[in-house]
């Protein structure tokens, strides 16, 4: 029970000094926790009271289920434009927010099926879909379209735009045509500006905090709401019942496409925040159980009209900051925001959507990624290349096919080092034991009539042709080699079309009076090898365990010395993959 409860493991283990530190983290939390709610609700095109809904929920179903200490989950900026291209679609044309509540619960009781699921199927490794490169990628485009998106709410005026480009022309034509409302653009850039300077200069000063009170204080004293600048206005008043959410048969495909990307984002985000919070305390990152977590916790949310949930690397930075030691740190959190709720409603009546939207915008910032896209510029050329188009895939054709084109192009991009390993011919290094790179040792020594080749990769139906050619051209030099020994080490299989691939090679160099000759073959690989029968043509004893063994049997053989590799024109290295 235990092992599926982790909650339970955390109360039976409390310690009563961790009570004061949890009790006030919790506090501090929920300062942040209410406006961020609120801004992410409306970021994913819902009603501001269904962010503090599933704050509640998911802090409550992650207390219980969630295996991290500390993290905290809740609305995400990354998640947001995910439900709004899911679910707004499916919006009828007079955009009914009940309707929207509805699609986006059933969405994050997809994303629960999904993870939870997941989780018992121990699929935890499925984060790893999505490499660093093509995440950056996609997160600076995310970081893009939102700010572009909430431009119009920052300044007080609305477009009516799909596509990012399309948005930053009507946004520039506002601007152009004078619909910036004066009063709303002041609000919105001054807490924005106030965000940035405190997150950049004063850490320690919760700036969102900050912004929040000054324009809650700032709007009724110079009665802003009359000039034009739009306020949340008083919330629902009491908690949400618990409510299975009725969608349409025809919605439910739409919206589990949505839900596996939602949820492939979710799992990334959180097993990257949790690993790195984990390093900070010394504890173990278990993925499959964080997947059941974060599945109780949209499942929670969903139950209860909210939207799904993903963990935040700020909230738990705060609550880090701030003394956090258990889990409780969220149970506080929820239990405040479901008081305000209930009691005091219209506390954040004033609040100005402008200063919603500085909050978004800030928060996307930060899921941008400047530094490391340059970094991959100047480090791998090829891994830019596949970031900027994840980044054109978000901006271009929009949040969903954005993931995945970014999940596409991490599979293609191991599929592309499988299909062109590295490879190289190898020689000996005065000084150096073994045998090594020639690219690395241009000086490196030869034996004639050997060649040793080294394919630093499994060898498989996408590479078997790439290995017979270079196979091929080795053969073909002049002279002519009498061994061509494959240092086997790095090759970790042998499936069945390389199989194929190596008995006819073998065929096609014997008639030639060559031999393929293969060392430090892995047991597994060696098993593999004898299931294809390959040693009925291939000779039993051109197997050796090592290269050195390999090349001493060749020297007693032929009595072959060591010379440069220039010597008698042979070429002085071999083609690589990228």
């Excluded at 709610?37 to 599933?54: C, D, F, R, S, V």
């Excluded at 399309?166 to 009063?183: F, K, L, M, P, T």
Aim: aromatic share 6%.
């Amino acid at each position: 029970m235990v092992q599926w409860i982790p909650g339970l493991r955390v109360v039976r283990t409390y310690r009563r000094q961790w009570l004061v530190k949890d009790v006030v983290a919790g506090v501090v939390l929920t300062t942040l926790l209410v406006p961020q709610g609120m801004a992410y609700a409306e970021l994913a095109g819902l009603p501001a009271i269904t962010g503090l809904y599933t704050s509640i929920l998911c802090l409550l179903g992650y207390a219980v289920f969630g295996p991290s200490r500390i993290l905290v989950l809740g609305p995400d900026s990354s998640l947001g434009p995910m439900i709004a291209a899911t679910v707004l679609p499916l919006v009828a044309a007079d955009g009914d927010p009940a309707r929207a509540v509805a699609l986006a619960s059933m969405l994050a009781i997809m994303v629960a099926v999904i993870m939870i699921v997941a989780s018992v199927a121990k699929l935890g490794f499925i984060a790893d879909l999505i490499s660093k490169p093509t995440m950056i990628g996609y997160l600076n485009g995310l970081a893009l379209t939102i700010v572009v998106g909430q431009l119009p709410k920052l300044c007080g005026f609305s477009v009516d735009a799909e596509g990012l480009i399309a948005e930053i022309g009507a946004v520039a034509r506002a601007i152009a045509g004078g619909e910036v409302v004066a009063a709303a653009a002041a609000v919105g850039l001054g807490a924005l500006a106030v965000i940035l300077v405190l997150q950049r200069w004063v850490r320690k000063v919760p700036a969102v905090l900050v912004v929040v009170v000054r324009a809650l204080i700032v709007v009724p004293v110079f009665d802003l709401a009359e000039h034009g600048v739009p306020v949340v206005g008083v919330l629902p008043a009491g908690f949400p019942p618990l409510t299975l959410p009725h969608v349409g048969f025809a919605d439910l495909a739409p919206l589990f496409a949505g839900a596996v990307g939602i949820a492939l984002v979710s799992l990334a985000d959180t097993i990257s925040t949790a690993s790195a919070f984990a390093a900070r305390t010394g504890q173990e990152v278990h993925g499959n159980q964080e997947m059941a977590g974060i599945g109780v916790a949209n499942l929670a949310a969903g139950l209860f009209q909210g939207f799904p949930v993903s963990t935040s690397g700020s909230r738990t930075a705060v609550a880090q900051q701030a003394g956090a030691r258990t889990q409780l740190t969220g149970v506080v959190g929820a239990v405040l925001i479901t008081v305000m709720i209930v009691a005091v409603p219209g506390l954040f009546r004033n609040l100005p959507q402008p200063v919603l939207a500085a909050i978004v915008i800030t928060a996307a910032l930060s899921l941008s990624d400047v530094p490391g896209t340059v970094r991959l510029w100047r480090q791998r050329k090829t891994e830019f290349l596949l970031s900027a188009a994840a980044l054109a895939g978000v901006a271009l054709l929009g949040v969903l096919p954005g993931i995945a084109i970014a999940v596409g192009l991490s599979i293609l991009n191991v599929f592309r080092h499988a299909w062109l390993p590295y490879h190289t011919i190898l020689g000996q290094v005065e000084g150096l034991r073994g045998f090594h790179d020639v690219r690395s040792y241009p000086h490196a020594l030869r034996l004639p009539g050997l060649v040793i080749f080294r394919f630093d990769a499994p060898l498989m139906f996408a590479n078997a042709r790439t290995f017979r050619t270079e196979i091929r051209r080795l053969a073909s030099a002049s002279p002519a080699p009498s061994w061509i020994l494959v240092a086997a080490e790095p090759v970790t299989d042998v499936d069945t079309t390389a199989a194929d691939m190596l008995r006819e090679l073998d065929d096609e160099l014997n008639a030639r009076d060559i031999h393929l000759v293969m060392a430090e073959v892995k047991d597994p690989v060696r098993r593999k090898i004898d299931r294809y029968e390959l040693t009925r043509t291939m000779d039993p004893t051109h197997f050796y365990p090592t290269v050195g063994a390999a090349v001493a049997a060749f020297r007693e053989e032929t009595g072959a010395d060591w010379v440069p590799f220039n010597a008698g024109g042979r070429e002085s290295g071999s083609s690589t993959g990228s």
